[in-house]
């Protein structure tokens, strides 16, 4: 019964795409330079935001009891839904569990082609996370994917499907998690208004990071007259956990009642909720941590092509450094270990054949000495 899990397992070794969790002693952790968390404000161990999930769980439990839809609601989840939609400029939010579960239920909810009559055309970034492919495998539509942030291709691809009067999505990341480059925006947003497509963006990358204020890049574009979805996290750069969806008051309602990962999930902990409200609440104050990050990227990212590293075209905090292959990736990975640095190994299939990479993402913590330390190690390589 358990041979086939076991050939899978052997195969995924031969290939050294085999995955475990790490070991490290907890204790032992701040004798380590961390560049694999996506905690990028270092507001996981924050004090207010701590004590706010307290409070939350102190009014209304540590638990939800249940889905939203039937005992799990209560007026924190909608306080908070409305704040978010002010803040991206939307006239609703809806909140999940996490942000996998966002992109998964929302995106297979919005793409049914029961509710559409007709099976829809999405065309997709080559390099979407993973959530948002399982959407699409989901659905099975029409599934277009153009090159990677190209918008010449993107474009040519709409001219050809222009006289196709079936329902279209464009579905893209504004910050690529493992790449670190930037979506155009305002050259998606004006193709999204020319052909009047419906534009799904995922900022789980650019939430607390991007936008004026800190609440994404899609706070930087005018984006009416656009049917749109924007989905976050309070992950990452908020320290916490779960996701959200802004939109419309009807696309809310229909999520309510389609999205299945919504419909049959016990809510967040109010705790959680709590915790990354007070999270939400302080983005804007955190001017210079972002500052900061913005100038180890900037640092960072001259001293990786002094060095002729791959590099792609990064443009945030996060920097692959592509060794195309996952043996190479590993022995790097291991090495930085041995030297008390910690990276993260990405292979495929979460990037593409030949490009295995290790992964460096920054936080507000890091310093200039800390750079200094993780390329010296990668020189001596």
């Known amino acids: ?15 050294n795409r085999y995955r475990q ?35 939350a769980a102190q009014k209304y439990g540590i638990g939800a009891t249940g889905s939203r839809i039937l005992s ?31 992109n998964f239920s929302a995106l297979s909810a919005l793409l049914d082609s029961k509710a559409l009559g007709v099976k829809p ?6 390099l979407n996370h993973s959530s948002l492919y399982q959407a699409i495998f989901l659905t099975n539509p029409t599934l277009i994917r153009y090159n990677h942030n190209d918008i010449n291709h993107l ?18 990341e504004t910050v690529f998690g493992m790449d670190g480059d930037i979506l155009p925006i305002h050259e998606i947003a004006k193709i999204a208004r020319e052909y009047q497509i419906f534009l799904y963006l995922d900022e789980a990358h650019a939430t607390g990071i991007f936008g004026p204020y800190g609440y994404g890049l899609s706070t930087t574009v005018d984006l009416t007259g ?27 309602e229909y999520l309510i009642n389609k999205a299945t990962g919504f419909i049959y999930s016990t809510a967040n902990s109010p705790m959680v909720i709590g915790a990354a409200f007070k999270a939400w609440d ?3 104050s955190l001017y210079k941590e972002r500052q900061q990050l913005f100038a180890l990227s900037a640092v960072l990212k001259e001293k990786l092509m002094n060095l002729n590293f791959e590099i792609g075209t990064s443009a945030s905090h996060i920097f692959p450094i592509i060794l195309k292959t996952e043996t190479l990736a590993i022995q790097i990975t291991k090495k930085l270990l041995n030297h008390k640095i910690i ?26 000495k800390d750079l200094e330390r993780l390329i010296m190690v990668l020189r001596s390589l």
């Open 1 to 15: 019964m358990f041979e086939p899990y076991k050939r899978y397992l052997t195969s995924l070794k031969n290939l």
């Open 21 to 55: 969790l790490p070991c490290l002693n907890n204790e032992d952790n701040t004798k380590y330079l961390d560049f694999s968390t996506n905690d990028y404000l270092n507001l996981s161990h924050n004090t207010e935001i701590l004590n706010a999930g307290i409070a």
């Open 72 to 102: 799990g609601n209560n007026e924190l989840f909608e306080i908070f839904e409305n704040r978010i939609a002010q803040d991206k400029n939307t006239e609703s939010a809806l909140i999940f569990n996490t942000g996998f579960q966002t």
């Open 121 to 126: 055309i999405v065309f997709f970034d080559k």
């Open 155 to 172: 474009t040519s691809l709409l001219i050809n499907y222009k006289n196709d009067n079936r329902p279209k999505f464009i579905v893209t």
């Open 226 to 252: 656009i049917p749109v979805i924007i989905m976050g996290t309070f992950s990452k750069a908020l320290g916490c956990s779960g996701g959200y969806i802004a939109c419309n008051k009807i696309l809310k």
């Open 282 to 284: 302080m983005i804007p």
């Open 343 to 368: 990276v993260s190994c990405i292979r495929p299939p979460t990037v593409p054949p030949n490009s295995s990479r290790i992964r460096i993402a920054l936080n507000s913590n890091h310093s200039e």
